[in-house]
């Protein structure tokens, strides 16, 4: 069974950084798309970067520039390097992932419903 454990949040002021850490087991996917998404109170959760098993990536526009995800295969763990944060990225943010025929198929979607197994969360708050 699929298991994905988000880590890494908490609270920092407008400005700093925070490195989310996803660990996941129990899949053996060998193509697949891998994703951070977040969801802020009375919003839709949203898609924030992604990354496929060719290690191709997309990003929102809203954190271009200051999001990097990358993922570490050996230890099957994704991470979202989050700088210069702001208080509107104050959200609940999961991990999740898909696997897939083909890399190709993943087409750099960041759309919550492409992807079918999901972590609990971590909760990240910037203050102004």
């Known amino acids: 069974q699929v298991e994905m454990v988000e880590s890494g949040g908490g609270s920092v002021q407008a400005g700093g950084s925070l490195r989310l850490s996803c660990a996941a087991s129990?899949?053996?996917?060998?193509?697949?798309?891998m994703g951070w998404f977040r969801q802020a109170p009375g919003k839709e959760r949203e898609g924030v970067a992604i990354?496929?098993?060719?290690?191709?990536?997309k990003y929102a526009d809203s954190v271009k520039g200051r999001f990097t995800i990358s993922q570490d295969n050996a230890l099957n763990t994704l991470y979202l390097q989050m700088n210069s944060l702001k208080p509107e990225d104050t959200a609940m943010y999961y991990c999740?992932?898909?696997?897939?025929?083909?890399?190709?198929?993943?087409?750099?979607?960041?759309?919550?419903?492409?992807?079918?197994?999901w972590g609990q969360g971590t909760q990240v708050t910037v203050s102004s």
């Open positions: 999740a992932v898909v696997g897939v025929p083909s890399a190709r198929y993943c087409s750099g979607s960041l759309a919550p419903v492409t992807y079918n197994r």
């Open positions: 990354i496929d098993s060719n290690g191709s990536t």
């Open positions: 129990g899949y053996t996917y060998t193509s697949y798309c």
